[in-house]
C-alpha cells in the first residue's frame, strides 16, 4: 500500500479542501438544476400525453405542440375504427381556455380581483376517458354535467384555490367561469402540465364545447386509437395512413385516392413523444438555454477547481520538485493531482446530489415543473464532475510539470 | 615512467592505488547560463574525481559555480559540454529513463526541507523509500533506525507542523538517506542544526560511507564539520581552484617533515609545497633520474622501492635503496648540477615531484635554509 499522497494531501488542508468542495458542489448543483429544467421541459411535452392511454395517434398535420395541437375531421376517427387491427378508437379534445380565479368565500369585496387566466381545458367522455390511470378514470365519472370541471392541483395558486395555494378537497363545489360559462368543481386530479400553461383542467365534451366555443365538436384535436393485443403499432400505423391520410405519389397518372391534400397525419406513441420534445428542446430556446446552463456551469467549475488545484501545487512546488529529484517521473506526479481531482469530483458529488434532490423536490412544489432526479441524469451529472475535476487538474498539471528540481539547492 | 603533469599530488588519486572505483569523474566540464549575447559560463573546464566512499565538502563564495556543479553531477541540470559520470553513467546525453533510474540511486538533501506538510516524518521518509521499492519491514526499520540516530524517535509519526526547523532538516535529511543511496548530494546539510545534532549528522555520514560505500558531496561553509572531509573542493568563479584529499595532503606533510630542511616549516607552507606536487608513476625497471643530466624535479617516494646507483669510473654501484616517504633528488637542484646519482625503480612505484622553482621558492622562505642544506649535504655520503 503507497503512500496517499493525494488523500492526504486533501484531509491535510481542510480549509483548501472546503473551497474546493464547495466549488465543485456548486456546479454540480447547478448542472444538476438545469438538467433539471431541461428534463421538466421534455416532461412538459410528454406528461400529459403519459396520462393517456393510446397506441396511436390521429392529429392534424399542422399541428405545432400540445396548446398549439389544431384540428382536423372527428370522421378520420370511425374511419380508423372501422380497420380489424383498432380495438377503440376515441376523440380527445384538448384546448387554451380562460379561467377565472373563484372567489374565495372569505375574501373581502374589494379584494377579489377575479384574475382571468389561461387554462388547459380537456375534453374526454366520461363513461370511457382515454386515461390510462385509475384514478383519473374514476374522476372522470363525476362529469356527467357540461357544468362540472375537474382541476388539477398542478394549477397554479393563481388559480384561485381556497387556501390560497393550491386545489384540494376543500375546493370541491366552488363556482367560477370557465370560458362563456359558469362551471362547478366537483374533483380535484394530479395531472401536471409543465411549461406549456400554468393550469388545467378536464370536462365532458360537451363542457369542452362551452369553454372552447371556437371550436364545433366534430372537429376534433386528437384521435386515440387503442390496438388489439398483439398487432404491431407499425403495421396498423400503415393500415390507418393508407385508410385516412393516403400518400398521393407526385408522379402517378391515375387519380389519387384522395383529392385534398391529407387532413391526418398518424402517429406511434414513440413518435409523438419524440417529436414533442424535438419541438420544446430544439425548436424553441428553451432547451438551448438549459444546455447553455449546463455548460456555465461547467466552466465555473472548471474555473474553481482549477483555482484550487493550482494554488494547491503553487505551494507545493519545492516538494513535487524534491520527489522529481528523488526520481519520481512527472506519470507518478500527474496520477496524484488527477487522483485528487477525481477525489474531490467524488467527494463534491454526494452531498451535492442530495441538495439538488432536495431543491428539485421545492421547485417541483413551487413551480409546478416537474423536476424529477433520473438515475440518467444522476450518471449523466457524475460523469460531467469527473470531467470538470479532470480537466482542471489537467489544466494544473502543467505548472506541476514546470517543477525544476535544479531550483532547489 | 608515465607523468601525470595534470594530476596533482593531493587530489590522492594514487592514495590507495588507481583501482578504487571512480563515483564521480568529471572532466573538462563547461557550463553556460543565459542565450545569446546573455550567455555567461558558469564553469570552466572542471575537473574532479571522486572515490566510492569518500567525503566531499565543496566550498567557495557564493556565485563560484559549485551548486551548478553539485546540480549538474545530481543529473538535475542537462550537461551542456564536457563528459560527466556518475556512477558509471556519462550525463551527457543520457536518457530521461537513464536520469529517472539514477537519481533514484541518489540521496539528495536540500537547504530547504521540502517536506509534504500533509505526511508525517515517517510517511514523508517513506516516500523514498517506496520509490526505492524497499520490502515494507525493511524499511520500517531502517526509518525508525535513522529518524532515532537524528534524535527525532519521538517525534516519528509527528507531522512537519509540529517539528521545529532543525528538526525537520534532520527527516529531509533522514528522507535523502533511507534508500541507502550510493551518492548523497547535501547542501548546507547542517546549517540549520544546533553543533549536537550536526555532529550527529555527519557521524551518520561517516558510517554510510564506511560501511555502506556512500559517497558524500556537500556543499557547506559550516566550518565545525570541515573535519570529516575525505576532499575538500574549493571553487572560484566557475573553476576548482584547489581539489585536495585532505587525508593524503596530511600524508605528504608529514613525509615532507621528515625532510631536514622542510622540518622547521610551518604546517600551511608545507600544504602548500603539497598543492604544487604532481604524480609520477613507474614500473620495475624504469629509470627516474640519470647520472650526468639536468636536474629539475624533487622527488617524494609515495609508495614502492628505488635503487640509487653511482657510476664511478665506468662501474656501477648500488649505494642505497630508497622506500615509502622518502625522497631524492634535491642536491641536484640545490647545487645546479647535473644528477649525482642514477635512480631506477625496484617495484611498481609512485613519485610526488616538485618542481625546480617551486622548491627554490619554498627554500627561499627559510632563512636558515642554505646553511642547513649544506650541512645536510655534508652529513651524506
Given at each position: 500500500m503507497k503512500t496517499p499522497l493525494a488523500w492526504k494531501n486533501l484531509t491535510h488542508n481542510k480549509v483548501r479542501t472546503a473551497v474546493a468542495l464547495a466549488g465543485v458542489g456548486f456546479a454540480v448543483i447547478l448542472i444538476f438544476m438545469q438538467m433539471g429544467f431541461k428534463g421538466a421541459v421534455r416532461k412538459t411535452a410528454t406528461q400529459i400525453y403519459d396520462a393517456l392511454d393510446f397506441d396511436l395517434m390521429l392529429r392534424s398535420p399542422s399541428y405545432l405542440h400540445l396548446t398549439e395541437p389544431r384540428s382536423f375531421p372527428r370522421e378520420r376517427v370511425y374511419q380508423a375504427a372501422s380497420l380489424p387491427e383498432i380495438a377503440l378508437a376515441q376523440p380527445f379534445y384538448l384546448g387554451l381556455s380562460e379561467w377565472q380565479a373563484p372567489e374565495p368565500d372569505d375574501a373581502p369585496l374589494d379584494q377579489y380581483s377575479g384574475d382571468w387566466r389561461g387554462i388547459i381545458t380537456i375534453g374526454v367522455d366520461p363513461h370511457a376517458p382515454a386515461f390510462r390511470r385509475e384514478d383519473l378514470r374514476e374522476k372522470s365519472t363525476l362529469l356527467t354535467d357540461p357544468r362540472f370541471v375537474l382541476i388539477d392541483n398542478r394549477s397554479k395558486a393563481d388559480f384561485g384555490p381556497q387556501n390560497g395555494k393550491r386545489f384540494s378537497e376543500?375546493?370541491?363545489g366552488v363556482e367560477t367561469a370557465l370560458g362563456s360559462g359558469r362551471v362547478r368543481i366537483v374533483g380535484v386530479v394530479t395531472l401536471g402540465t409543465g411549461l406549456a400553461a400554468n393550469g388545467a383542467c378536464i370536462a365532458n365534451y360537451d363542457g369542452f364545447a362551452r369553454a372552447c366555443p371556437w371550436q364545433p365538436l366534430d372537429e376534433i384535436n386528437f384521435g386515440l386509437l387503442k390496438l388489439k393485443p398483439g398487432v404491431d403499432p407499425q403495421a396498423a400505423k400503415a393500415q390507418v395512413q393508407r385508410l385516412v391520410a393516403p400518400m398521393v405519389a407526385p408522379n402517378s397518372m391515375a387519380p389519387a385516392a384522395?383529392?385534398?391534400?391529407?387532413d391526418t397525419e398518424v402517429l406511434t406513441r414513440a413518435e409523438v413523444n419524440e417529436r414533442e420534445e424535438y419541438r420544446w428542446v430544439v425548436q424553441t430556446p428553451l432547451g438551448k438555454i438549459f444546455n447553455l446552463g449546463v455548460w456555465v456551469a461547467l466552466f465555473v467549475g472548471v474555473a474553481i477547481v482549477y483555482q484550487v488545484l493550482s494554488t494547491d501545487i503553487a505551494n507545493m512546488m519545492g516538494e513535487y520538485a524534491t520527489l522529481k529529484a528523488m526520481g519520481y517521473p512527472n506519470r507518478y506526479l500527474a496520477t496524484v493531482v488527477l487522483q485528487q481531482s477525481v477525489l474531490l469530483a467524488l467527494v463534491g458529488y454526494v452531498p451535492s446530489i442530495i441538495i439538488s434532490w432536495g431543491l428539485y423536490l421545492f421547485v417541483g412544489a413551487q413551480s409546478g415543473l416537474p423536476m424529477v432526479m433520473t438515475w440518467q441524469i444522476a450518471v449523466t451529472v457524475l460523469a460531467l464532475a469527473v470531467v470538470m475535476c479532470v480537466l482542471s487538474g489537467m489544466a494544473a498539471l502543467r505548472k506541476l510539470f514546470q517543477a525544476d528540481p535544479a531550483d532547489l539547492f | 615512467m608515465t607523468a601525470f603533469a595534470s594530476l596533482p599530488a593531493t587530489s590522492g588519486a594514487y592514495s590507495q592505488g588507481p583501482a578504487v572505483p571512480k563515483t564521480i569523474k568529471v572532466s573538462q566540464l563547461n557550463h553556460y547560463f543565459g542565450e545569446g549575447e546573455l550567455r555567461k559560463q558558469a564553469l570552466h573546464q572542471n575537473n574532479l574525481e571522486v572515490k566510492r566512499g569518500e567525503i566531499v565538502i565543496m566550498t567557495g563564495p557564493s556565485g563560484s559555480g559549485k551548486t551548478t556543479l553539485l546540480t549538474l553531477i545530481g543529473t538535475l541540470r542537462t550537461v551542456q559540454e564536457g563528459s560527466l559520470k556518475v556512477l558509471g553513467n556519462e550525463l551527457n546525453g543520457a536518457s530521461r529513463d537513464e536520469i529517472v533510474a539514477l537519481r533514484r540511486e541518489m540521496g539528495f538533501i536540500f537547504q530547504a526541507h521540502n517536506l509534504f506538510e500533509s505526511l508525517t516524518a515517517f510517511q514523508n521518509v517513506n516516500m523514498a523509500a517506496e520509490l526505492a521499492d524497499m520490502e515494507r519491514g525493511l524499511a520500517k526499520e531502517r526509518i525508525d533506525y535513522l529518524l532515532n540516530r537524528l534524535g527525532l524517535g519521538h517525534r516519528i509519526h509527528y507531522k512537519p507542523k509540529s517539528l521545529s526547523g532543525g528538526q525537520k532538516q534532520r527527516v529531509a535529511i533522514a528522507r535523502g538517506l533511507v534508500h541507502s543511496p550510493k551518492l548523497v548530494l547535501a547542501d548546507e546539510p547542517t546549517a540549520a542544526l544546533d553543533e549536537h545534532s550536526g555532529r550527529e549528522v555527519v557521524t551518520l555520514f561517516q558510517e554510510l560511507a564506511r560501511d555502506e560505500g556512500c559517497t558524500i558531496i556537500m556543499v557547506t561553509?559550516?566550518?565545525?564539520?570541515?573535519?570529516?572531509?575525505d576532499r575538500i573542493v574549493n571553487m572560484v568563479d566557475g573553476y576548482i581552484r584547489s581539489d585536495v584529499a585532505v587525508h593524503e595532503t596530511s600524508v605528504i606533510c608529514e613525509f615532507l617533515r621528515q625532510f631536514p630542511l622542510f622540518s622547521d616549516l610551518s604546517t600551511s607552507t608545507l600544504t602548500d609545497i603539497a598543492d604544487k606536487m604532481m604524480v609520477q608513476e613507474a614500473v620495475a625497471g624504469d629509470v627516474i633520474i640519470r647520472q650526468g643530466d639536468p636536474g629539475e624535479l624533487f622527488y617524494l617516494i609515495r609508495s614502492g622501492q628505488v635503487d640509487v646507483i653511482i657510476d664511478e669510473d665506468g662501474a656501477a654501484n648500488k649505494v642505497a635503496e630508497l622506500g615509502e616517504g622518502q625522497y631524492f633528488g634535491e642536491a641536484a637542484l640545490l647545487r645546479d648540477e647535473p644528477r649525482n646519482a642514477t635512480i631506477v625503480a625496484r617495484s611498481k612505484a609512485v613519485f610526488y615531484t616538485l618542481g625546480k622553482a617551486d622548491f627554490k621558492d619554498v627554500l627561499s622562505r627559510s632563512k636558515t635554509f642554505v646553511d642547513e642544506l649544506r650541512s645536510v649535504l655534508a652529513s651524506r655520503t
Open positions: 376543500e375546493d370541491i384522395s383529392s385534398t391534400p391529407a | 561553509h559550516d566550518n565545525r564539520i570541515l573535519d570529516v572531509a
